[in-house]
Structure formats: C-alpha cells, structure tokens
C-alpha cells in the first residue's frame, strides 16, 4: 500500500512540479490572471455593487451562485450528519 | 468542581460578547473582512462554547434541533427568496441592480448583499451547532 | 422576460426550495415527503423537456445569473448535449422518483426518511446543476454538493457495510474533487478566466504552457475518477452494492451519466477534439484503457455471485464504451457515445430496478438464492431479459444501435483490432447477463417450496422498471428520435463550442 | 547556472511547497491505515491547494482587496481565488464532517478506526 | 512581505503536516493540524487575502478542530500509524 | 418489373408477433391459445401466398420500415428467393404448430405458453430474414432468432439441457459478432448494405479485404451448421422434437443457408466470387462437412441426433452448390432449400411421433416399431429415400441439378462427393428401416402399448411427405418458378 502510495504520490508531484515550471512568478502583477478578469473585478466591483470589499461583492454578487452552492452544500453537510449520527427526535 | 464555576462564569459573561461579534463580522463584511459565513461560524461557536463549559442540555435550551432546523433553512430561504425577487423585478436571478432600479433607494445594493450574508450566517450558524450537536451526542437519548 | 426564461436558473434552485419545503414540512408530517418530492421532480422534468424543446428550436440557451455577462459573472449555458443530457437524467430521476416511495419506506429506517428525501432532492440539485452551468468553479461547487449528498445516501440503509463503502468514496472522490479543483486553478492561472466558453477561446494561446497539460491531466483523472472509468473504479463495486435500491438507481444512472458529461465538456468544449488528439495526444491512450475496462468490468462481472455487484461490474464496463467513443473521437463514434450514455442510463437503471425489487421481495441479491425466481415474479424477470437483451446488444435494442455506432466508428478510424475487441466485450456481457437469465427462468426446481410466498413486487416499483425496460426496445427502434439531437450535439461538441 | 536557478526559486518557492504540502497530504490519505488520520491527510491536501490558489492571487507590492477610502488608488491582489477558496473552504469543512460523521458510525458498528482490520471485519461480517 | 519569514513559515508548515500524519495520538494530531491552520492563517494574512484567512482561522483551527476531537471522543485516540 | 410499395411484408411479420401477444394473454386457456396459434398460421401463410403472384410475376414488394442506423434502414423486400425461405417457413409453421400441440399436450409438457409465444416470435424473426432489403436487418432479425429459440432449446431444463443451451448461444451470438463485423464492413467499403442482384461489392477493396469479408460472413452464418463450426446443431437435440423440427426445416439453419446465399448472390455476386477464389474454399468446406457429417450420422444411435447429422450433411448441399459458381449449381442450391425442408421435417416429425407413442429415442429400441405405426414408419422411409435423392421424392430434383453445376463449374470432383454421399445417406437411413420394419424386439410383449401418434400429430406427418411427395412431380409450383426467377435476377446478364 505505501509503495503504491508513494508512486502515485510521486506521479503526481512530477506533474505539479512540471506545471509550475510554466506558471507566472510569484507575485507577478503581469500574470493572466491579475490581468485579466481580476482587473475587470477591482476596476468596476465599486461602481457596481457599491460596496468596499471587493471579495465581497464578488462572493455575493458577481459569483453568488457559486455562493449559494456553498449555503448548499453546508446545509447538506448538516442534514447529512443528521442522517448519518442522529438517533432520536423527527428528522 | 470550583474552575468549573469560573469557567462557566466567564463564558456566561463571553457569550453575548461573541455573539454581538458574530453579528457585527456578517454586517461588516460589505466593508471589511468578514462576512456570513465567518459571522456564522463565530455564533455557532458560542454555542460551542456553552457546550463545552455546561453541557448539551443546557445549550439545547437555548436552541434545539427545532430550532436548528429552521434556522438552516429559513437562511437559504432568504438566498433563494432575494433571487427571486429579483426575477419578480424582471431581472436575472440574484439580480440585485433591479431592485434598487426599481425602489430608487440609492445603497439599495449593498443592503441586500447584507441580507444575503445574513442568511448565508444563519444557515452557517445552525448547522456548525447541529453537527456539533450530532457529534458530541454520545448515543443514547440523553439531551 | 417571460419565467420561461429564467427556467435554467429555476432548475437548480426549484430543487432546493422543494428540499427545504420537504424539511419543514417533514418535520411536522413525515408522510409529506414523499408528494413533495415527487412534485418536484415531475416539475424540473416537464421544465427540462421545455428547455430541451428550446434548444432543439433556437439554438444555446445561455442565462446570466444575477445579471452579469460572463467573464464576471457565471454563466448557465444548455447546449444540444447539455439538453440532451438534462432531458435523459431527469427521465431517469423521475423513474427513481416513482420507484423510489416503497423501496424507501422498506429500507431506510423511518424516522430517516426525510433527512432522506432532503438529501435526494439536493443530489439531484447539484446534479442538474453540473449539468447546465458554464463556468467551470461552478461545475465543481455543483459537483461537491452531489458528492456530499452521495456519500451520505449511500449509507442511508444504516447498513455497516454501507458505511465502509460510503467511507471509501468518500476518500477517492475528494482525492478526485481536489484534483478537479487543481486543474481549475492551473486553467485559471494560464488564461485568468473560469468562463468555459471564453476558456476554449483563450486556452488556444496557452496551448505550449505546461500548466495547461497538467490542468488536463488533472481533470482527465479527477473526472475518470468520478466517473468510474477503470482502473479509477474502486470504489463503484462497493457502493453500488450497499445503497439503497433507489439510490443505486439513481447514482448508476443520473450521477454516473453526469460525471461522464462532465468529462465530455471539459474534453471538448474547454480543451477541443484538437488539442486531445494533436496538441496532447491522450486518444490513443483513452482508446486502449478503455477497451481494457470493457473486457475487465465484464469478466469481473461474470465473477460476482450477488447480482448488484454483478451490475456494478457491469456499470464499470459500459463506462468503457462510453470512453471508447472518446478514443475514436469521430463524428459516428461519439453519436454512439453519446446515445449509450442515453442507452445505459435506461437500461441499468432498469437492471438495477430489478435487482431491487428482488431483493425488496426476497431479501437477497444473491444469485445463488435467487433460482427459479422468474416464475414468482414473471415481469420483473422480463424487464430484465430486455433490458439484459439491449445490454448485451441484441437488435433492435438501444444498446444494439449504439455499439453499432462504437463499431463503426472504430472500422471508420481503421481501428480494426479495438473494433474486434468491443464486439467481444458484448459477448461477454451475455455471459454476465445469461447467468442471471438462466438461473432465473431455468435454474432452481429443488428448493422451489421455500419461496412460495415470493410474489411480484408491488406496482409503483415494478412500473418504472417495466417502462424503462420498453423504452430500451423504443428507444432501439425509434433511435431516430434521439438521434436528431444527438447528432446536432456531437456536432457542436466537435465543433469546439 | 545558480543564477537560474535562485531566479526560479525566488520565483516560485510558494508552489512548491504549496505543492509538497498536497503531495504530504495525498501521501496520507492513500497510505494511512487509519481513518482519522486519512481525513487529517485530506485537511491538508485540501489546504495546500487553497495555499496555491492563494499564491496565484498575490500580486507583489498589492493591498488587500478592500477599497482604500477617498477613492485612493493602489495595487490591490486578484479577488478571483479569494472568493473560490472561501467557497472551497466551506466545502472542506462540509467534507470533513461527513467523513468524521461515517468514521463515528464505522467505529460504533466495527470498533475499529484501522483500515486493515476494518478490512477483517468487513470479511468477517 | 518578507521573503525570509514567508519562507519560514511555510518550512514550519510542512514539519506541522508530516507531524500531524505521524504522530500516533490522533489528539495530538489534531493540534498540531490546527497550529498548521493556525500559521496557513498568518501565511494568507502575509499574502493580503484577509476575508480568506479570516475564514481560515475559524474554521480551519476552530471548527474543524472541534469537530476532529467530538469525533475522536466518540471512537478511539490512539492509532497504529 | 417494378417494385411495388406495400404493407404486406410487415403485415406478414406483425401476424405472428400479435399472435404471440395473444398467446402471453390467453396463456392460461389452453384451447384459446392454440386457436391463437392456429389462426396466426393460416393468416401468414395466407399472407406469404397472397404476395406470390406479383412475386411469380417478377415484381417485388418493398417496404422501409424505419430510418434506422447508417448502413440501412429497417427495410423490408420481397424477392423470389425471399418468397421461397418465407413460403417454406410459413407452410411449415402451420404444420408444425398443429404437430406441436399434439406432442405437447400428448406429453404433458411445462410452460407451453412460453413454448408457443417463443415458437411465434421465431416465425416472425425468420420471416424478417426472408424478407430483409439489407445486410442490418437481416442481422437484427438473425440476432432475434438467435435469443428466441434458446428458450425453446433449454425448454426441459435439465443440467444438460442448460449446457447445450449455453453451446447454442455461444455459438450463434459469437457468429452473430462475425456477422455484425461483416456488415459494418461492408458499409464501410461500399457505403450500403443493400442487397442487389448480383452484388456489389465489386471492385470495392483489395481482394484480401473482400476475402477476409466472406470469411467473415461465413463465420457469421453459423446457422448454417458448416463443419467445423457445427457442434452446437446436434447439442440443441435436447429440445423438443418439434423445436428439432423448426430448427432443422423451419427457420433457424434455413436462415443460415440463406444468409450464405444471399451473401453470395446478393452481395458479393458470381462473378467476383469465382475472380477472389471463393468458391475453392466453399466447396472444400462444404465436401468435407458432407462426408464426415454423414459418417457421424452413421455412428449415431441417437434417431434425432443422426437425423442432426444429417442435416449438417444436407445444409452442405447447398454450399457446394453455391461454391460451384454456376447457374445450375445456384439452382440446386435455393431449391434445395424448400426440398429438404419439406423432407427433413417429416423425419423430425416421426422422430417425435415415436417418442410420443413408444417412448423411445435410440435406433437400436425401435426394432418392429413399424409394425404397430404403420403409417408413420411408411412416412419415415419415404422422406428418407427423398434425402438420400432417389424418386420419386422431391430430393433428387435439387440433387440432379447440383451434379449438373459440378460438371458445368468444372468441378467434377465434386461428383464423387455427391455419390459417396448419397451411399452414405443410404448407409444410415436403411437401417433404421430395417429395424423398424423387419426386426423384431426381445420382448415380444413390449410394444403392446404402442399405437399410432394422436390425429394433430399424424396428419402432419402424413401431409409434409406428400408434399414432398407432390414437389417431385410439381416441382415448378411453385418453389422453382421462384428459383428461376432469383437466379435470373442474379445472373442478368452474366453468366459465368
């Protein structure tokens, strides 16, 4: 079992390290990323939504329906401990 | 035991403080760090904190599984009400730009997305103390 | 705007204001459940059927959700295959959904049933949900929520194997699902967008970046692993064993489906059929893992002794011709791809129907046990005899027409030898489907007075079974119908859009 | 030669040991034999990869993606990951608590939390 | 931000990770994964994203923590490896 | 002549089919089920006649069912050598069904109704294959007819009749994977699958590829019972013998046989059939199973088994008769079709019959039988003279015309196989005569029981050996009329 780990744990780590051979440095203000839809972001999330946080405004206005999955998935995770733990009461 | 009349002593002082907290990170989100998820989660560990220094009946008392219960879904309620709404003011689901179009009420936007994380911190809230609930009740009908 | 129009966004959140009107109302009445479950899900099917029409008729639907045009802000799109692939799981989640009401009340503990039907409702949430979303954060959001909600229906049952198996899913899927979200974050980091549609426009210029390919790499493993496609298929056997009968239905067939399609999208809508086969050549590898996991998932299959872990096996197989489309990767292979995900999710979910109305009736699943079984219960046998028919791939049935569609696809790409070994891997699924065959309607005089309290099961369970298991033989005669989307689908997929 | 090299290391040392922070954690969660600790191992591997996220989004010289008041500019750090690895978070909280919950229950009809002898158990049942 | 304590921080990290899935006290375990959170929090705090460590530092040191020790209250704390 | 559009051809396979929904409803009235039956016989028979004369005219009734896959639609054509598999089928069908509810209420038999509703469902999957415009329909009705007749050959269920079950289906679904692959590649080089007289495969691809293509075929048609490939023939024999008897005249190794020549006749074509060397190997394979099944048959005691020899000997008949690449040889080949349908079905039918009245199944326990069923003993030695191809039975007209297509082939060897079968088939059908009609039993009282097979099972008898009989002296009406009319259909022109 380890050694099975440790080979797919090496697979792994030899493609991520390949990966990051070709990634932007760190802290890179160049990068496609910052570039492009982060700008936009911190360019117009003010004027749009009206408000100081830009992570924020875009959690719960551009992104929230990713944002809505996320209340989702919690309360998912509830009723699942419910169903999974739960011995006494209606639910 | 006699730390344990200190400790609950000190939590009964601390929670409220910690809960005003709560309710002051969800608010705070539009302006600063914070937001209702983490609002949330410092309420529900108030509740966790209560549980530690009493017991589970005793937070029980304050909220139950009812309560829990309604709790998470009336947060995701208030998620998916704001979203339809929207589409009532004719927008695009979570739309809140209509909204404020159609009421005129200038900030209008940034309320709503106060309103939004205050749900998002209910459902948070309720379900950290079901599950801690769920997971520190050790079998049996006790509490 | 008409509320037609916010119909996709309904779709996803329809779900979850029925599982959260199922909450409140189970609390107060535990019986209530199951109508309102039900109600929903009649609603998002009728809803699917009218997005689909729409789609047929107009082209892309496309909705921006909360009013802000993508790349901002996320985009649901439903193309020909999403709507294709909407209007097949909703099919089938409404089959599970009638199927669903006496399997339940006998195998999950009562006062669980309606954390249970929460949960079944919010699964077929984020199913829907992967299924019709265009960003791809969002498809892994979706994604985590019907993982969270299968792990937790798998062990519904409260069965202890069922948490060991659940467990085990659990581990592998969040393995899969941490792998998806790396591949997110290197597409994000080589193009700075999450947008599918405007990732497939820009990913071209990133084509030479190792990020890129390793972002590929990363989904190709996450999504197989979600998938079940072999050798990622560990933890399929077990967990579709131990669910619940309804549960096993719906995650063989809804969520399997929905998995592959993820697969498909991010194959060919994010990365396209060029990049796949020229720019990182990975078909060839595709093609031969895959004709592996259609001769292995059958002979394992033939080696099982409890009938849902014999269509387990099976499930790991078929996955395989559905990869084996994939490999191929022409226009006639993926029509056959595409309608044996149509084709398989019909004719295990009618498969597994079966088994459970066995086991609903009898108690085991084991084939041993179960001689003679098909004089007790002569439709539920049927339904499995044309359903195993169109497994095997026995014209005119569904599952003939797409193998056709595989075989030709293969003779098309000149793969000769692959062709010859998808046609034995059809054989050997009338070995696995036979044992159950016979030993059904020929095995077992010796200890046939034992069971003569077995009857046929009650009607709610034996309907869908037996309407899935006609729909094999309309679908195979009619495969016209479907083939008019399908062949407007995998054209667009081949397209890059 | 260690110019390079010290150019890529400055560069990038925050992927990689985001990188061998995941690596750690999938080493656990596939070899561990016990639960816990496999889940521990998931905690990890999913925090690694928040890491790299992360790292994706700081811009050198940025400020925190708050608007400074008076409508002063500055370099603020990309929003984007910070709001996926919020959402991200919140769904490996969820995960752990359902794994954490089947652990329970695994413990409550096995008594054991050891994957081998769960495997015994499991054949033995 | 300063590359040195950066670069410490995240050394101290990985002796938390290997720790946290060696030691054999699964209490200690979860600890020590809750300093990890606990650093991983100053690490994002350093790198600017504060809604994400705030997030962090209360889950992945608080509610995380609490639920690993309910859990391993309800079963076992030693553990073979 | 034109093709005339019409709905016959489905009417005439939707019959049995309605038939045997009828038979699942009326399973439990026996009378009402069997008149089900009866009726659905008359009315497809009545409904292959009814197309005969614009058949006999030249014409051809066509029918597209479906849009169905590339490489064809579900297509329906009604051809003369269509219409002589579908004749032969129907008629049989009839007489079979009257001999089968004897049999089965004479032995009392379990699971009748799924007997017949299985019986039904074959019918109309044979008349499929008859009827078929396309390589793809004649695979999906040929797969049908596989999957339908296992349960008719498992039908007593015992350990051994699941073994050769599972032999029958191995055999005929692998044949039907080589079948599948044949007509996909046959789409693939010439982008149809529709049969036209004469073929046309033609200069489609490298001879290599075309051989590799008829060998593919060949393989596919394992339904016609070619040695080596045959085993699975003499395993079904545990069935029923009036399965046997649909097996062996009916429809199932008569759709081999026609597969093979509708491969040839309408896919590949003569003439490039004789250019690619084909028919060598056809006539190597064929001689060979022609002579060995016969000396099988020889060493058979088991009646139906030998009887199962037999038919592999006979099916190879109309092999070599296609190898010979010739007119004549064409001829003997679709007539032998009808002829040794008629005559084989009466051996089966008297094996059954004695089974019925006597109880017995091996050769050596029949001695004097024919004493005490006169009629049904005389059937037997007429049918079997027909077989072995002596007047005045319908056998020697198929055979005369195949010793003329070695002859006019070039292939005058092929003679020799001829005549050393004809002794062979001799050899092991004069003894069972013998036996039944001259010897005597060891125990002069055993056979006091015994007496005639019920009326439903001896007019059935009587009737196929008449015929069989009539085909000698008619032989133009009107199987080969419609032989004539196929071969000039194939042959327009080009006569090798």
């Not at chain 6, 024919?370 to 049904?376: A, E, I, L, R, S």
Request: aromatic share 10%.
């Amino acid at each position: 079992m380890r050694k099975k780990a440790l080979l797919a744990v090496l697979f792994i780590g030899i493609i991520l390290f390949w990966a990051v051979e070709d990634m932007p440095a760190f802290g890179d203000p160049e990068s496609r990323a910052a570039r492009h839809t982060g700008a936009m972001y911190i360019e117009r999330s003010y004027a749009d939504v009206g408000i100081d946080n830009i992570v924020t405004a875009i959690l719960a206005s551009y992104r929230g329906f990713d944002t809505f999955g996320e209340v989702v998935v919690i309360f998912t995770a509830g009723m699942s401990v419910i169903l999974l733990l739960r011995r006494e009461g209606r639910l | 035991m006699r730390e344990n009349v200190v400790i609950r002593t000190v939590v009964r002082l601390a929670v409220p403080f910690i809960q005003i907290f709560a309710l002051y990170v969800i608010v705070h989100g539009a302006s600063g760090a914070g937001g209702g998820f983490q609002g949330g989660v410092v309420f529900a560990s108030s509740f966790i904190l209560m549980t530690i220094a009493f017991d589970l009946a005793y937070t029980r008392r304050r909220i139950g599984s009812r309560g829990t219960m309604i709790c998470s879904a009336l947060g995701i309620a208030i998620y998916e009400g704001v979203g339809i709404l929207c589409i009532l003011y004719a927008g695009n689901y979570l739309e809140y730009g209509v909204i404020e179009a159609a009421l005129g009420i200038p900030h209008l936007h940034g309320y709503l997305i106060d309103l939004v994380e205050a749900g998002i911190g209910i459902t948070v809230m309720a379900v950290m103390t079901s599950i801690i609930y769920d997971m520190a009740n050790r079998g049996g009908r006790s509490a | 705007m008409t509320l037609i129009d916010h119909l996709p966004v309904l779709l996803v959140a329809g779900p979850i204001v029925a599982s959260l009107l199922t909450l409140v109302a189970g609390w107060h009445d535990r019986r209530l459940c199951y109508p309102i479950a039900l109600a929903a899900v009649l609603g998002e099917f009728a809803a699917a059927l009218v997005i689909f029409r729409q789609v047929m008729g107009g082209g892309t639907v496309r909705y921006d959700v909360g009013g802000w045009a993508p790349p901002m802000g996320i985009e649901l799109v439903i193309d020909t295959f999403g709507g294709f692939i909407l209007a097949t799981i909703m099919l089938l989640a409404l089959m599970t959904t009638l199927y669903a009401f006496r399997s339940v009340t006998k195998e999950i503990p009562t006062e669980k049933t309606v954390s249970f039907y929460v949960i079944f409702q919010v699964l077929l949430a984020g199913l829907i949900g992967m299924t019709i979303t265009g960003d791809v954060f969002n498809l892994y959001v979706f994604l985590e929520i019907s993982s969270i909600a299968a792990y937790t229906l798998i062990s519904a049952t409260r069965k202890p194997h069922a948490y060991v198996a659940s467990y085990n899913y659990l581990v592998l899927g969040s393995i899969a699902a941490g792998f998806i979200l790396l591949g997110i974050g290197n597409l994000y980091v080589a193009t700075g967008t999450l947008n599918m549609a405007e990732l497939a426009a820009m990913l071209p210029g990133s084509y030479d970046l190792a990020t890129v390919h390793a972002a590929f790499l990363f989904l190709i493993i996450g999504f197989s692993i979600k998938a079940a496609f072999f050798p990622l298929h560990l933890w399929l056997p077990d967990a579709y064993t131990e669910s619940p009968s309804a549960v096993t239905v719906l995650i063989a067939t809804v969520m399997a489906k929905v998995s592959v399609y993820a697969l498909f999208r991010f194959l060919f809508s994010v990365f396209t059929l060029a990049y796949i086969t020229e720019i990182y050549p990975v078909t060839g590898v595709v093609l031969l893992i895959a004709t592996i996991a259609i001769v292995a998932g059958a002979i394992l299959a033939i080696a099982q002794d409890d009938l849902k872990r014999l269509l387990a096996y099976s499930s790991v197989s078929q996955i395989g011709y559905i990869m084996f489309a994939v490999g191929v990767a022409n226009q006639i292979a993926l029509e056959g791809g595409l309608l044996h995900i149509l084709g398989h999710a019909v004719m295990k979910g009618c498969l597994f129907m079966v088994a459970g109305l066995i086991i609903y009736q009898t108690g085991t699943a084991r084939l041993s046990e179960l001689g003679g079984i098909a004089r007790k219960m002569p439709l539920s046998c049927a339904a499995f005899a044309l359903a195993g028919a169109s497994m095997i791939g026995i014209p005119p049935t569904i599952g003939f027409m797409s193998k056709y569609y595989l075989v030709l696809g293969a003779f098309e790409a000149g793969l000769w030898p692959y062709a010859a070994v998808l046609l034995v891997g059809s054989l050997l699924a009338a070995a696995y489907i036979w044992r159950f065959i016979e030993i059904a309607y020929f095995g077992g005089h010796h200890d046939e007075h034992h069971r003569t309290e077995i009857r046929e099961g009650p009607a709610s369970m034996l309907a869908p079974a037996l309407g899935l298991s006609l729909l094999c033989l309309l679908l195979g005669i009619f495969v016209a119908v479907p083939l008019e989307a399908i062949g407007l689908a995998v054209a667009q997929l081949l397209g890059g859009a | 030669m260690i110019e390079a090299f010290s150019e890529l290391f400055f560069a990038r040392y925050n992927y990689w040991m985001a990188i061998i922070l995941m690596l750690i954690g999938l080493y656990a969660l596939i070899a561990k034999q016990n639960l816990v600790k496999k889940i521990i191992g998931l905690n990890i591997f999913q925090t690694a990869i928040f890491l790299f996220y992360i790292s994706v989004a700081s811009v050198e010289g940025g400020t925190a993606p708050i608007y400074l008041p008076d409508g002063a500019s500055a370099v603020y750090v990309n929003p984007l990951p910070h709001v996926l690895i919020l959402t991200a978070i919140v769904v490996g909280v969820s995960i752990t608590a359902v794994a954490l919950s089947l652990v329970v229950r695994i413990y409550e009809e096995y008594g054991v939390i050891d994957e081998d002898e769960l495997k015994e158990a499991v054949r033995g049942r | 931000m300063i590359w040195e304590l950066d670069f410490a921080l995240l050394l101290f990290m990985i002796c938390c990770a290997i720790a946290a899935i060696n030691v054999r006290d699964l209490v200690h375990a979860t600890i020590i994964l809750a300093g990890y959170s606990l650093i991983m929090t100053v690490l994002w705090a350093l790198m600017n994203a504060v809604d994400v460590a705030f997030t962090e530092a209360t889950v992945g040191s608080g509610i995380t923590t609490v639920l690993f020790i309910a859990a391993i209250a309800r079963t076992t704390r030693s553990s073979s490896d | 002549m034109p093709d005339v559009s019409g709905l016959l051809p489905a009417v005439t396979i939707a019959i049995p089919l309605l038939a045997a929904v009828l038979i699942l409803i009326t399973g439990r009235h026996e009378n009402l089920r069997e008149t089900a039956t009866i009726v659905a016989a008359l009315a497809m028979l009545g409904s292959v006649a009814s197309m005969l004369p614009s058949i006999l005219d030249g014409g051809r009734v066509t029918l597209v069912l479906l849009p169905m896959v590339p490489g064809g639609d579900l297509a329906l054509r009604v051809d003369a050598f269509g219409m002589v598999f579908a004749l032969t089928a129907a008629a049989l069908w009839l007489l079979n069904s009257f001999y089968a509810i004897g049999y089965m209420r004479a032995l009392q038999e379990h699971a009748q109704t799924r007997f017949f509703f299985c019986l039904a469902v074959a019918i109309a999957a044979a008349i499929g294959i008859a009827f078929s415009a396309n390589l793809l329909t004649l695979f999906v009705f040929y797969e049908i007819l596989t999957v339908i007749t296992y349960p008719l050959v498992v039908h007593i269920e015992t350990p051994e009749a699941m073994k050769a079950g599972r032999k029958y289906l191995a055999y005929l679904l692998v044949g039907g994977i080589f079948l599948l692959a044949a007509t996909v590649l046959t789409y693939i080089l010439t982008g149809t699958t529709d049969f036209v007289p004469g073929g046309f495969l033609a200069g489609s691809g490298a001879a290599l590829t075309l051989q590799i293509l008829f060998g593919l075929f060949l393989v596919g048609f394992v339904k016609a019972a070619w040695m080596p490939l045959h085993a699975w023939l003499p395993a079904a024999m545990i069935a029923p013998t009036p399965v046997s008897a649909f097996l062996h005249a009916v429809a199932v190794v008569t759709a081999g046989v026609f597969g093979i020549v509708r491969v040839a006749g309408w896919v590949f074509g003569m003439p490039l059939m004789a250019s690619l060397g084909l028919g060598v190997v056809l006539a190597v394979i064929a001689s060979l199973t022609i002579v060995t099944a016969s000396l099988f048959a020889l060493a058979e005691d088991n009646l139906k088994r030998r009887l199962a020899y037999s038919t592999v000997s006979q099916l190879s008949y109309i092999l070599l008769g296609v190898s010979m690449l010739s007119v004549a040889g064409m001829t003997g080949a679709m007539a032998h079709i009808p002829f040794h349908a008629f005559m084989k079905i009466t051996l089966f039918f008297v094996a059954g019959a004695v089974i019925v009245s006597a109880g017995r199944e091996r050769i050596s326990d029949m001695k004097g039988l024919g004493h005490k069923m006169p009629v049904t003993t005389l059937m037997f030695a007429a049918a079997a003279i027909g077989i072995c191809g002596l007047p005045p039975l319908c056998g020697i007209i198929s055979k005369i015309y195949l010793a003329i297509g070695a002859v006019e082939g070039g292939m005058p060897i092929l003679l020799l196989v001829l005549i050393a079968s004809a002794v062979l088939n001799a050899a092991y059908f004069f003894p069972i005569i013998y036996t039944m009609l001259v010897d005597r039993p060891a125990d002069p009282h055993a056979l006091d029981a015994v007496s005639e097979p019920p009326l439903t099972m001896l007019v059935p008898i009587v009737l196929t050996a008449v015929i069989s009989m009539l085909l000698f002296f008619f032989p133009s009406v009107p199987f080969m009329d419609l032989v004539r009319i196929a071969i000039g259909e194939i042959t327009t022109g080009v006569v090798p």
